[in-house]
């Protein structure tokens, strides 16, 4: 309920300034891009959902989409992917309207005290109430001097959405570093887990209890073979044993490592044994193995959360 009235206030406010044709820092959510949402059909197709790209391209139609996935064994995986190719919402000077909550003139105002953005709007409509003579909430009215101009609102915009994307950056790593340090001593551990993502050199996996996320390199999957990479469908497999590994298989995996310094948490397919090696291969692959774990000339594989942010 209180997030009802706090959408309600932002969006009272955002059709007060575009009424009066203000300058205003609008809260923007561009419509999703074509090609992205493209390629979120054909994998959606692959899983059994029809996904009817001109509808989705509007707030209802994606809702629908979305609503489409409930119950479905990639629910989380495939909604996950569908917010993927949305646009990131951002500060802007120019109201092109807010996508994702179906509003045409859409800005942040009601947390001043821990948004920069929100006090810019704050001062704005104070100035607009002191030009009308009217009290602003029973402060003190505000200093006169130049209205803010509307390149001037553009720079804010720019600076605020910058530190916006470096904080979420810092908070992603955050979590990652928290979930290594927790794992660490759940080395060996067997849990029970889901698909969440597949990329070409493994799979990460969510596991239920604790709800962590780990990645299944594809050299500790099933021993003696090789995977390719099904991009479209977002799945690997195997080319000897043709088993497939896609969005929302349910998996037991064993945790292979936990490192802090990586922020990683590394698993395996459990009851799979490792792929035989030549006793020179191994003690090469030691030998040249990166004091922190990381392989030589390739930078740690990392996911980017499904966390969005109205």
Same mark, same amino acid.
């Given at each position: 309920?209180?997030?009802?009235?706090?959408?309600?206030?932002?969006?009272?406010?955002?059709?007060?300034?575009?009424?009066?044709?203000?300058?205003?820092?609008?809260?923007? +959510?561009?419509?999703?891009?074509?090609?992205?949402?493209?390629?979120?059909?054909?994998?959606?197709?692959?899983?059994?959902?029809?996904?009817?790209?001109?509808?989705?391209?509007?707030?209802?139609?994606?809702?629908?989409?979305?609503?489409?996935?409930?119950?479905?064994?990639?629910?989380?995986?495939?909604?996950?992917?569908?917010?993927?190719?949305?646009?990131?919402?951002?500060?802007?000077?120019?109201?092109?309207?807010?996508?994702?909550?179906?509003?045409?003139?859409?800005?942040?105002?009601?947390?001043?005290?821990?948004?920069?953005?929100?006090?810019?709007? +704050? /001062?704005?409509?104070?100035?607009?109430?002191?030009?009308?003579?009217?009290?602003?909430?029973?402060?003190?009215?505000?200093?006169?001097?130049?209205?803010?101009?509307?390149?001037?609102?553009?720079?804010?915009?720019?600076?605020?959405?910058?530190?916006? !994307?470096?904080?979420?950056?810092?908070?992603?790593?955050?979590?990652?570093?928290?979930?290594?340090?927790?794992?660490? #001593? /759940?080395?060996?551990?067997?849990?029970?887990?889901?698909?969440?993502?597949?990329?070409?050199?493994?799979?990460?996996?969510?596991?239920?209890?604790?709800?962590?996320?780990?990645?299944? !390199?594809?050299?500790?999957?099933?021993?003696?073979?090789?995977?390719?990479?099904?991009?479209?469908?977002?799945?690997?497999?195997? !080319?000897?044993?043709?088993?497939?590994?896609?969005?929302? #298989?349910?998996?037991?995996?064993?945790?292979?490592?936990?490192?802090?310094?990586? /922020?990683?948490? #590394?698993?395996?397919?459990?009851?799979?044994?490792?792929?035989?090696?030549? /006793?020179?291969?191994?003690?090469?692959?030691?030998?040249?193995?990166?004091?922190?774990?990381?392989?030589?000339?390739?930078?740690?594989?990392?996911?980017?959360?499904?966390?969005?942010?109205?």
């Amino acid at each position: 309920m209180i997030e009802e009235f706090m959408l309600a206030a932002n969006m009272a406010v955002g059709e007060s300034f575009e009424k009066r044709g203000e300058p205003t820092l609008w809260r923007i +959510h561009p419509v999703p891009d074509a090609e992205k949402l493209h390629n979120f059909s054909a994998m959606a197709e692959r899983y059994g959902i029809q996904v009817d790209e001109e509808q989705a391209r509007t707030p209802a139609g994606l809702a629908a989409v979305l609503k489409r996935l409930r119950g479905h064994p990639a629910e989380k995986a495939l909604s996950f992917q569908a917010l993927r190719s949305l646009k990131q919402a951002t500060y802007d000077g120019t109201n092109v309207g807010h996508f994702g909550l179906a509003a045409s003139a859409y800005l942040h105002f009601t947390s001043p005290i821990r948004r920069y953005p929100d006090v810019v709007v +704050h /001062r704005l409509l104070k100035r607009r109430l002191a030009s009308l003579g009217k009290p602003a909430g029973g402060f003190p009215p505000l200093a006169q001097g130049p209205a803010t101009s509307p390149e001037e609102l553009r720079q804010i915009a720019a600076e605020s959405s910058f530190a916006e !994307r470096k904080a979420m950056e810092v908070e992603r790593e955050v979590v990652d570093l928290y979930r290594s340090f927790f794992m660490r #001593d /759940r080395v060996g551990d067997v849990l029970d887990g889901t698909i969440s993502g597949v990329a070409s050199f493994g799979a990460f996996v969510a596991a239920d209890q604790p709800f962590v996320e780990g990645l299944v !390199r594809t050299e500790h999957l099933i021993p003696d073979d090789f995977y390719d990479y099904d991009e479209v469908a977002c799945r690997l497999v195997g !080319r000897r044993s043709g088993r497939t590994f896609s969005l929302g #298989d349910s998996v037991k995996v064993e945790v292979l490592s936990a490192s802090v310094a990586r /922020r990683q948490v #590394d698993l395996r397919l459990h009851g799979e044994r490792p792929r035989r090696e030549s /006793r020179g291969t191994g003690e090469r692959r030691q030998k040249n193995r990166h004091p922190q774990g990381k392989r030589p000339g390739k930078a740690t594989p990392k996911r980017t959360s499904g966390k969005r942010r109205r």
